[in-house]
C-alpha cells in the first residue's frame, strides 16, 4: 500500500498523485512508490495514458535533501540506482504520458516531468535542477533527459546555474509544452490524456518506443528499430480494423480494441 503517491483511474486516465507534505519531497519510500505505480500504469489494460501531478500547489521539490544529507558515499553507491530507477519505470510507461506541473518542479521533480513524454505548466511553475547549489548534480536523469529534450548548451546553463526557469522561458525553451492557469493546467493534460482512451494501444506502444528507443541510438539503428516495430503491428486486430474500417468508412472510425 502506498503512502506518498497514489494511482487514481477515471475514464481510461490514470492520474499518478504526488502527495507528501509539504513539498512532495521525495524521499526514498516515496520513489519506490512511484516506480511501483509507474509499473502498474504500465500493465494496467483499463488506463490508456497517464497524468503525474502534484496538487494545486506543488509539483515537486526534488530528492529529500533532509534524508540525503547525512548519507556517506558508500550509502550512496548503493542507493544509487534507485534514484534512477523511478524516473526510468515513469519512462518505460509504454502509453502516452504527461505532467501537469504547478509550482516548483525542481531537481528529482524536474527529473519527473521530463520522464514523461509531454508537459503541461501553470504559469506560476518554476523548474530547474538546483542541485549543484547543494555540491552535487542531478542523479535522476536530469543530465541526460534535460540535454535530449532541450540541448546542451540550454541545459548546461540550468544545469551549471541551478536557476529556476520561469514558466514563459520553459516554453519558449521547449522545457514544457503549454501553459494554462494553475487551476486549469491539470483538466488540461486530463484532456490530452483523454485523446488516446479507446485508442490502438498496441500501436502507441509502438511508437512511443521507436522514438524513445530510437532517440538512444544511430538513424541507421533506429530505423531499424522502427522497421520493426512498424512490421509487428501488422500481426493486430487493431491493424486490420484500422485499415478495414478505412476502405469501407472513411479515415478517422475505426474502433480499436488494443489488440
Ligand atoms: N527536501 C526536503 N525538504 C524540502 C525540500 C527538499 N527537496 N524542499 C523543500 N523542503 C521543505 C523545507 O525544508 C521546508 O520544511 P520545514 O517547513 O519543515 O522547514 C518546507 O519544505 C517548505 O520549504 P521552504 O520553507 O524552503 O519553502 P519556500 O517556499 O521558501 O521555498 C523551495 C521552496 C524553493 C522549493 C525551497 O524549499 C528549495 O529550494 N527546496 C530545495 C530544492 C532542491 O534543492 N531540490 C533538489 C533536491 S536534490 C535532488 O533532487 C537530487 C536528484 O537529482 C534526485
Redesign the pocket.
Known amino acids: 500500500m502506498s503512502e506518498f503517491v497514489r494511482l487514481e483511474v477515471k475514464d481510461g486516465v490514470g492520474t499518478i498523485w504526488l502527495e507528501r507534505p509539504?513539498?512532495n519531497?521525495?524521499?526514498a519510500q516515496m520513489?519506490g512508490e512511484l516506480g511501483e505505480i509507474a509499473r502498474e500504469a504500465d500493465a494496467r489494460d483499463d488506463i490508456a495514458a497517464v497524468v503525474v501531478y502534484g496538487g494545486e500547489r506543488?509539483f515537486?521539490?526534488?530528492?529529500?535533501?533532509?534524508?540525503?544529507a547525512t548519507l556517506t558515499y558508500a550509502e550512496m553507491v548503493s542507493r544509487a540506482h534507485g534514484?534512477q530507477a523511478f524516473t526510468r519505470e515513469l519512462a518505460a510507461i509504454g502509453k502516452p504520458t504527461i505532467s501537469a506541473i504547478t509550482?516548483?518542479a525542481?531537481?528529482?521533480?524536474?527529473?519527473v516531468a521530463l520522464a514523461t513524454d509531454v508537459r503541461f505548466a501553470a504559469d506560476n511553475a518554476?523548474l530547474?535542477?538546483?542541485?549543484i547549489?547543494?555540491g552535487?548534480?542531478?542523479?535522476?536523469?536530469?543530465t541526460q533527459r534535460l540535454s535530449r529534450l532541450i540541448g546542451p548548451a540550454k541545459a548546461k546553463d540550468i544545469i551549471f546555474t541551478?536557476r529556476?526557469v520561469n514558466a514563459e522561458e520553459a516554453l519558449a525553451i521547449g522545457l514544457v509544452d503549454q501553459l494554462h492557469p494553475a487551476d486549469e493546467v491539470y483538466a488540461k493534460a486530463v484532456e490530452w490524456a483523454s485523446q488516446f482512451v479507446g485508442g490502438p494501444a498496441l500501436a502507441l506502444r509502438a511508437a512511443k518506443g521507436a522514438v524513445d528507443r530510437g532517440l538512444e541510438v544511430d538513424l541507421q539503428t533506429g530505423l531499424e528499430i522502427e522497421r520493426a516495430e512498424f512490421t509487428g503491428l501488422f500481426a493486430t486486430d487493431d491493424r486490420t480494423a484500422g485499415m478495414t474500417s478505412f476502405v469501407e468508412n472513411g479515415p478517422g472510425k475505426a474502433t480499436f480494441t488494443g489488440s
Open positions: 509539504k513539498m519531497a521525495l524521499n520513489q506543488v515537486a521539490a526534488g530528492a529529500d535533501v533532509k534524508e540525503m534514484i509550482g516548483f525542481l531537481g528529482g521533480g524536474c527529473e518554476k530547474g535542477q538546483p542541485e547549489l547543494l552535487i548534480i542531478p542523479g535522476a536523469g536530469g541551478g529556476f
